[in-house]
């Protein structure tokens, strides 16, 4: 029974890889259009669009939802992923996406590093050690003073930094919060803060941009809701390792959209990356 839960687990959460792989390449497509703020504002607003209908088919109260005792820490919070997510998009504006996505996978050591101040853990020589290597792989993959450096390699890194004070302030808040509150915090916050910032990026949007916002917000909280399915059935530790099958996707997506082909140094980037994140991992989970 429990294999059989695992392995649903497993599914819900490749299926969010995919999503958010999708929505990715979506929004690089149209970064010639509009600034990468826009797009994550309208990527919020499908978000919201997609919860409302989700919590109205789950029958949850508005007065249960918005109950919190960390209101400061829930609107705090989607300022982080906003943050991640602009960085990103600024960084697709520029990079193949494979190569973007590469660069985020550093996500795991910055959280290796916030973790002392943050949450005032111990980390130790082989920890710092790999996040060393791991920035080294991301030197590999953006190969400074080469032809394919770009001033933008800097932004998916930017991101994976933001991220992981977003992963830290999830750890945080899942130890007193309902996971339903801490997602609608995430639209609700998501919205408030891109809308503080779209007024001064602001293009008319087509009719097409708005099935872009509509269909990327709402694979978005999808891959949200298969997120939380996946850790629902399965360990954490199980799930982690498939965060790297991004990669496999965004290089066939990359491929098959921009012609793409990711070159040699991304591939053994990536691998420096990915293993110093893997390694990351074990002692974490090794050591507690």
Not at 5 to 32: E, H, M, N
Not at 127 to 139: D, K, M, Q, S, T
Not at 205 to 223: D, I, K, N, Q, R
Request: net charge positive.
């Amino acid at each position: 029974m429990q294999e059989q839960r695992s392995l649903q687990g497993i599914g819900f959460f490749a299926a969010a890889i995919l999503l958010i792989a999708i929505v990715d390449t979506t929004c690089k497509i149209y970064t010639t259009d509009l600034h990468a703020v826009q797009l994550v504002w309208g990527y919020f607003i499908g978000i919201d669009l997609t919860l409302l209908v989700y919590f109205v088919i789950r029958r949850e109260r508005l007065s249960t939802l918005v109950r919190t005792e960390r209101l400061g820490v829930q609107l705090a919070r989607p300022a982080f992923l906003v943050a991640s997510i602009t960085a990103l998009f600024i960084g697709l504006t520029y990079l193949p996406i494979a190569e973007a996505t590469a660069i985020g996978f550093t996500a795991p050591l910055f959280i290796t590093v916030l973790s002392v101040p943050i949450l005032k853990e111990k980390v130790g020589l082989h920890r710092w050690a790999a996040v060393v290597i791991g920035l080294a792989g991301v030197l590999i993959v953006i190969r400074p003073g080469g032809g394919l450096w770009h001033w933008a390699s800097l932004m998916p890194l930017v991101g994976a930094m933001f991220f992981a004070f977003f992963q830290l302030i999830t750890r945080v808040l899942a130890a007193s919060e309902r996971t339903h509150t801490t997602l609608f915090y995430t639209g609700l916050g998501g919205l408030v803060w891109t809308s503080l910032m779209v007024p001064f990026y602001w293009t008319t949007p087509s009719m097409v941009h708005w099935l872009v916002f509509l269909s990327t917000g709402a694979m978005g909280a999808l891959a949200h809701l298969c997120m939380i399915s996946a850790f629902n059935r399965a360990e954490a530790s199980l799930l982690a390792p498939y965060n790297y099958s991004k990669m496999i996707w965004v290089a066939v997506l990359g491929y098959a959209v921009f012609g793409d082909i990711p070159s040699t140094n991304m591939w053994i980037g990536t691998a420096v990356i990915v293993a110093a994140g893997g390694y990351v991992f074990y002692r974490e989970r090794r050591h507690g």
